[in-house]
């Protein structure tokens, strides 16, 4: 495994990091402040060919490796941690599962206009009484026939608002807990669909965050997602790899963070000091630094360890359990060195340290990450 990135890489971020400056920069107070989902720039991405990086060219992806993808989401996330997580949903929960799992049909249906950003995606797995415990959800799927009859409700659903296709997970026999979850992919212009209003939350404001509702709601059996009964191993192997898309993501939103509070520190100045003077102020910065490496290298790691079709849930876990926490850490430290006017919404640091604070709950919280590493390590290593 390299630890540096090939030139192609390279060229991406650079290419990815203009886009991000240019395009998706400029908005992101913005949305933040009013919820506004930002279609547009998924429309851009999409063009961009950052809708569907790792998905094949034949699908209307991009072609490329999973390191690519993390590179594309921390430069995403790091001028708009909104916008990094809709292309990570899109890309990880959304296009992933349907290149592993999906038919022929299916691909060509639904994965080809995911992946080239001409539809956008949404992963329908939470519920009220369903979150870290997703053997608990309570929609159903009843088959009639050639379709399904789907009928429930989901919460916290990231692009919800704006989806075009939801994957939704309901179960087929509720006795069966998490052996009766089966997956079925659903155009969200199906009768029975609808969604409710956009969440407003602490940060990451502008996500399309919402709940689904399903009534009567029918789907061919055509548009399940593997077999009955698959659906628990569909979200699963799913969520590992959207793990490592949030651990980009949280890399991004950090360095925001470090890079301000680094150029911060050497403006101000305090008792006729600039504040990088300090002793008590390089020691952040350098933790901050060390921290953003090692959560870099391990998001790396698990990313190397996917693309050579290797069992990567260990690797995908420390790479999200250790990049949310050292992300929480960063931007608390961005905020500290800023002082009062960290506070304030005249800087992003305050965005920064907001939208950092998600990413130890989705996707699988810290402690759940937590319960996966130490399964490994106990009965696996």
Known sequence: MKIELTEEQKLLQETVRRFADEV??????????????????????????????????????????????CVVIEEISRACATSGVILSVNNSLVCDPLLKFGTEEQKQEFLTPLAAGRKLGCFALTEPGAGSDPAGLRTTARRDGDDYVLDGNKVFITNGTDADVALVFASVDMALKHKGITCFIVPADTPGYSHGTHEFKLGVNASGTTELAFENLRVPAKWRLGGEGDGFKVAMATLDGGRIGIAAQAIGIAQAAFEEALAYSQQREQFNQHLSD??????????????????????????????????????????????????????????????????????????????????EIYEGTSEIQKMVIADWVLNKA
Request: charge should be negative; proline fraction near 2%; glycine fraction near 8%.
């Open 278 to 359: 300090f002793q008590a102020i390089q020691f952040y910065l350098a933790d901050m630094a060390t921290e953003l490496d090692a959560a870099r290298l391990l998001t790396w790691k698990a990313a190397w360890t996917k693309e050579n079709a290797r069992r990567y849930t260990l690797e995908a876990a420390q790479a999200k359990l250790f990049a949310s926490e050292m992300a929480q850490r960063v931007t608390n430290k961005a905020l500290q060195i800023h002082g009062g006017y960290g506070y304030t919404k005249e800087y992003n640091v305050e965005r920064y340290f907001r939208d950092a604070r998600i990413t």
């Open 24 to 69: 998706v920069r400029p908005r992101a107070k913005e949305i933040d402040e009013t919820g506004e989902f930002p279609r547009s720039f998924f429309d851009q991405a999409g063009e961009l060919g950052l809708a569907g990086v790792a998905m094949p060219e034949e699908y209307g992806g991009a072609g490329m490796d999973t390191i690519s993808y």
